[in-house]
Each structure stands twice: as structure tokens, then as C-alpha cells.
């Protein structure tokens, strides 16, 4: 099968021009400027952007999570990101305490064999980690495929592990060419918070983020980076939020240390103020780490433009207000974390950063697709337009406008954060290795397109890649 996508504006994380485009079944195999070469099927992509398919390096579908699951399963919740213009997604399997760490992979791959629209790797989200068990880890890093592992300085009695755990982590993947994405909040310290909140009868959904001060982000960013200091490893920051996390990561960076760091839409567009909505509104926006005023984003921003935060993710995790956020309705700490966002991330950071001049194109293409493909071992196959590289493309329409709903998205949740929002910015069509699963607009794919990915260790091991996204 041979597609040619003709007369688009090709931009990549350091390109931009005109030219046309030949892929060869799944895989770009020309580039170059008015192709004749004959085609199954020719895409004209006049007056339309053609960009790399959105790398999404934090997802949560069908993850079982404050005493529910999340709403999105591999299916919803890719067939939803394909809509979005992503292509990839690296969700996070996790390990129950004191069980295999393979186990758990066996889990995640049969929730989501032969489901999903777009391709997907895993993190593994490790729990406990003997030495007995670091074999495992190695299994993962050199032949599964697996090779970053979240921790967290979060929810104790859950998810949360010991800094000893933490550190043994990071020294054991960093000597195998693994990353350990960290989690970083002291959630002891806020667990102490929340139980006085609730003692004084503060159960409102806005005490979950008056009972999560950002020093506590700031506290476990500091301890993941001297950790990782210690173990000679490099370190990623997920989901950070605010400017005294991000003053943390930057410190670090101006001495050489590799810390990478991530954020997510929702922390450059929606704010504290979301919490005080109407009733039982703000349950909405109940996420980890929580919203923070409005002043944190113009902060986020510059760390974006100055390469502080190299990726923007989502952390999808979403949960429906009907019997599931409801579960905290008489007390905020039972309401389930999480947010929908898979959908709208490329639209959202289009519309928010390019539209607004806060970002280039390339440097939209670099933080939603690029960098994550390096950091996370896809790159060159993903992350970019070239030749030999898989054809994940997206055409991309930059002048047309959209409004944000629940009424019109794809993803399998009752609300959407943004309702009522305006964006410009479209992704029309989208190709996942060669094959059209959206045309405009519309999904025309099915079911078991999306393949699992291995990752490589390689960018992390060839320091000077990791330093091109340092
Ligand atoms: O609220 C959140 N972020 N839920 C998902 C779990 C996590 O910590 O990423
Ligand atoms: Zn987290
Ligand atoms: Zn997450």
C-alpha cells in the first residue's frame, strides 16, 4: 500500500517546509518536493500543517484507583487520543505489592491486546522492590521493552515507597539504561494535612488542594533529584505543577544534573480557581498534584520555552462524576484523582502555546511528540517526519476552531475540564503507521491497529542524545 501525502507545510522539531511525503505500507519512505510517484491513495495536504503523531508518555486507561477504575479502557481511551492527534501513548502498568513485576506487565498487555486504535508501550509503576527482585527489572528493561519505571513519594499505604526503595531503583535502571519517573510530593506530610481538614469538617472538593501546598511538590522534587544525584542516574519528573517544583528541576539542570521533567495541560490552563465552582463542581478538577494559582502557568511557560520541562503529557486518569467522583461527596479525600485529557492535548497546547506566541511550531512538535520519543526510547521510528521512520502523521488543520465539550468528545467521561472552551487548531487526519485511522474527523480504524512498542535503552545510554533533550 502506498500512500502520498502532498502539498503540506512539514514541520518537525527542527523543520519546516513544503514538500510532499511517500509511505510504503507503514513506514515513510521518500520526502521531497512535488513526487510524481503513483499511489494507492493521495492525502492533499494544502494549507495544512503535517506534524509528527503526539507522543502521550502518561497515560491511565482502565487502572484500577481510588476504590474505582478509570473510565477510559485501551480502547475508549486510544480510539479517544487518535481523535486528539496522538498516535502513542506509554501507559502505566502497575505492580500490587509484594507480587511479580512481570505479572503485572502479563496484566497490562492483556487489558490491552488487541483493543487499541494507536500504538502504546508501558511504564511500570513498582510498589516494592527487594533485591530479589531487580532481576526483574533487567528482564523488563533488556526484553520487554519496559524501560522506565514511575515510583511514588505519594499516597502511603497505596503507591508510596521508602527513599531506600527509591534509590535502590534508581541506581539498579540507571546502571541498565532504565529511567525512574518520580512521582515527587511528600505525601506523609500531606496525609498528616488532609486527616486535620477533615477533623475540622473541611470536606469540600477545594481542600484537596488546600491540603497539598506546593512546598510538598518543591520537597519531593528536591529528594528525587538528590536521590538520584546519589545513585549516578537520571531522574523524570512527572506531572509537575508549579513554579516551586519547577525552581527545583532548574536548579539542578544549571549544574549538569539530568533531570527531566514533564507537565501537563492542565497545570498551564486551568487554576486553584476551578475548585471553587458550584457544588460539588470542583470534584472535577481533583487531581495529583492539584491545581495551582493562575501565576504558576506564565512560570510553567518560561520553563517550557527555556527547555526546563522538555515534554508536555497528560496524565489521563479519567474518572466520571457520576458514581465516581461522587464517591467523595461528603469527603474530598475519597473523591478519585484523576482528569480526562488525551483528547484535548495537542489542540490545547496548539491553541495555548503556538496561537499565543508562547511557543514555536517546532517547539510544539518537540514537546508533544520529539522529546518524549528520546527520553522514552522511540526516536527515530517515532517523534518525527523522516525517512525509515514509522508514518505516524498527523495533517493538522492550524486556522480551524473547535469547542471543547463532553457533548462532542470522544473519551468514555461524562465532563470535560475545558467545557465551553474555544481552540484553534484540528488535527483532521491521522495516520498510525501508514494506515488512516481518522479522516477528517472522523475514526475509520479498528480495534487491534495499535501495536505494543518495545522501547530501547539507547537514548539514555548515548549521553549526548540525552543531552539533546537536556
Ligand atoms: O490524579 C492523578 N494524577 N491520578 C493519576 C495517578 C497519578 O498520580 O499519576
Ligand atoms: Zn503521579
Ligand atoms: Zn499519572
Same mark, same amino acid.
Given at each position: ?20 511525503? %511517500? ?246 490552563? %486551568? ?200
Amino acid at each position: 500500500m502506498k500512500t502520498l501525502i502532498k502539498n503540506g507545510r512539514i514541520i518537525t522539531a527542527v523543520d519546516d517546509y513544503i514538500g510532499d511525503i %511517500l509511505i510504503e505500507d507503514e513506514i515513510i519512505t521518500v520526502i521531497g518536493k512535488k513526487l510524481e510517484m503513483e499511489a494507492d491513495k493521495i492525502i492533499d495536504a494544502k494549507d495544512r500543517l503535517v506534524i509528527p503523531g503526539g507522543i502521550d508518555a502518561h497515560t491511565h486507561m482502565d487502572m484500577p484507583f481510588g476504590g474505582t477504575t478509570s473510565a477510559d479502557d485501551f480502547r475508549t481511551g486510544t480510539l479517544a487520543a487518535a481523535h486528539g492527534g496522538t498516535t502513542t501513548i506509554i501507559d502505566f502498568a502497575i505492580q500490587a505489592k509484594g507480587t511479580s513485576i512481570i505479572g503485572a506487565l502479563d496484566t497490562w498487555h492483556e487489558k490491552a491486546a488487541g483493543k487499541t486504535a494507536i500504538d502504546y508501550g508501558f511504564h511500570m509503576i513498582v510498589t516494592d522492590l527487594p533485591q530479589e527482585r531487580l532481576k526483574e527489572v533487567k528482564r523488563l528493561i533488556n526484553d520487554e521493552g519496559v524501560s522506565s519505571f514511575k515510583m511514588f513519594m505519594a499516597y502511603p499505604g497505596v503507591l508510596l515507597v521508602d527513599d531506600a526503595t527509591i534509590f535502590r531503583g534508581m541506581s539498579f535502571a540507571g546502571e541498565h539504561g532504565g529511567l525512574v519517573c518520580m512521582h515527587a510530593e511528600n505525601g506523609v506530610v500531606i496525609d498528616e494535612i488532609v486527616q486535620r481538614a477533615i477533623a475540622k469538617g473541611h470536606t469540600a472538593p477545594k481542600y484537596h488542594a488546600l491540603t497539598r501546598p506546593t512546598k510538598a511538590e518543591a520537597e519531593g522534587v528536591n529528594r528525587a533529584i538528590a536521590l538520584a544525584e546519589m545513585a549516578e542516574s537520571p531522574v523524570y519528573i512527572v506531572h509537575l505543577s508549579c513554579y516551586d517544583a519547577l525552581k527545583k528541576v532548574k536548579e539542578a539542570r544549571d549544574e549538569g544534573v539530568p533531570v527531566f521533567a514533564e507537565t501537563c495541560p492542565q497545570y498551564l490552563f %486551568l487554576d486553584y480557581s476551578d475548585y471553587e465552582r458550584e457544588g460539588f463542581e470542583g470534584a472535577k478538577y481533583v487531581m495529583t498534584p492539584a491545581l495551582r494559582e493562575k501565576w504558576n502557568q506564565d512560570e510553567l511557560w518560561t520553563g517550557i520555552r527555556m527547555n526546563d520541562l522538555q515534554v508536555i503529557s497528560t496524565d489521563h486518569c479519567p474518572f466520571c462524576m457520576k458514581e465516581q467522583k461522587e464517591l467523595g461527596k461528603d469527603d474530598f479525600s475519597k473523591i478519585p484523582n484523576g482528569a480526562p485529557g488525551v483528547e484535548t492535548r495537542m489542540s490545547l497546547v496548539y491553541n495555548g502555546g503556538v496561537v499565543a506566541g508562547r511557543i514555536s511550531l517546532n517547539r510544539f512538535v518537540e514537546i508533544t511528540s520529539t522529546a518524549p520519543a528520546k527520553i522514552f526510547g522511540l526516536f527515530p521510528r517515532k517523534g518525527t517526519i523522516a525517512v525509515g521512520s514509522d508514518a505516524d502523521i498527523v495533517i493538522f488543520n492550524p486556522n480551524k476552531k473547535m469547542t471543547i465539550s463532553a457533548q462532542t468528545h470522544h473519551m468514555n467521561v461524562d465532563y470535560n475540564p475545558y467545557e465551553g472552551r474555544q481552540v484553534q487548531g484540528v488535527p483532521e487526519t491521522v495516520l498510525s503507521r501508514g494506515k488512516v485511522v481518522i479522516e477528517n474527523e472522523k475514526y475509520v480504524g479498528k480495534a487491534g491497529d495499535g501495536k505494543y512498542l518495545k522501547r530501547s535503552t539507547v537514548q539514555l545510554r548515548h549521553r549526548e542524545v540525552a543531552a539533546a533533550v537536556h
